[in-house]
């Protein structure tokens, strides 16, 4: 795969954790990084943003290829793993860091998260409150929070909270995950 052929989307969908689990099972998704965006300070470290000093989300960096992929869907697939009409919170984790929010790189990205975001309304109940915000800087979280599913998957928040979130991920977009032979998609 060719440098060009990539994308990078910048997505809070609530505990990073989670959101790395679900966008790392994607077909078309060469990388996911765990991380924090749009807050005050450089190079905030874990336990400052998880005590919202910082104004960072929990966000994960996704590199996918679009022609695998496309943003639409990868979009799709980011507002039917977490609850978009919670404002700062996802399940119990409570507090700005954990918001809803789509980081977004270009005008493309931009129109097609608006156009995604107004075809989703029709599935939930509340308003959506998620943040449609112009990307700026990423910063990685330390290391012991990459692949943190993969290297934890018996720890209790993970078989609790993350293990059902990629069953769901399974049942709602089976065709879209790694491993799977046929695709829908494009």
């Known amino acids: 795969m060719s440098q060009s052929s990539t994308e990078v989307a910048i997505l809070g969908g609530g505990c990073f954790w989670c959101v790395e689990a679900v966008f790392s099972s994607l077909k078309g998704v060469t990388g996911v990084v765990s991380g924090f965006s749009g807050g005050k300070y450089d190079n905030p470290s874990y336990r400052e943003v998880k005590f919202g000093r910082t104004g960072h989300a929990e966000v994960v960096k996704v590199t ?3 022609t695998v992929l496309p943003y ?3 979009l799709r697939v980011f507002f039917t793993t977490h609850d978009p009409t919670t404002l700062h919170q996802q399940g119990a984790d ?8 789509i980081f977004y790189r270009n005008e493309s990205q931009y129109k097609t998260a608006k156009q995604v975001l107004e075809e ?3 599935y939930f109940d509340e308003p959506i409150v998620t943040e449609l915000t112009r990307y700026t800087i990423f910063f990685s ?3 012991v929070h990459q692949n943190y599913y993969e290297n934890n998957k018996d720890q209790p928040y993970c078989s609790v909270v993350i293990t059902p979130k990629l069953q769901q991920l399974r049942k ?3 065709s879209l995950l790694k491993g ?5 998609i494009q």
């Open 64 to 66: 996918f290829d679009p």
């Open 72 to 74: 639409r869907e990868l």
């Open 94 to 101: 409570k507090g700005s860091q954990y918001r809803s929010v």
């Open 120 to 122: 989703m309304k029709v």
């Open 141 to 143: 979280a330390e290391a």
């Open 172 to 174: 709602e977009h089976t």
């Open 180 to 184: 799977s032979s046929n695709s829908d």
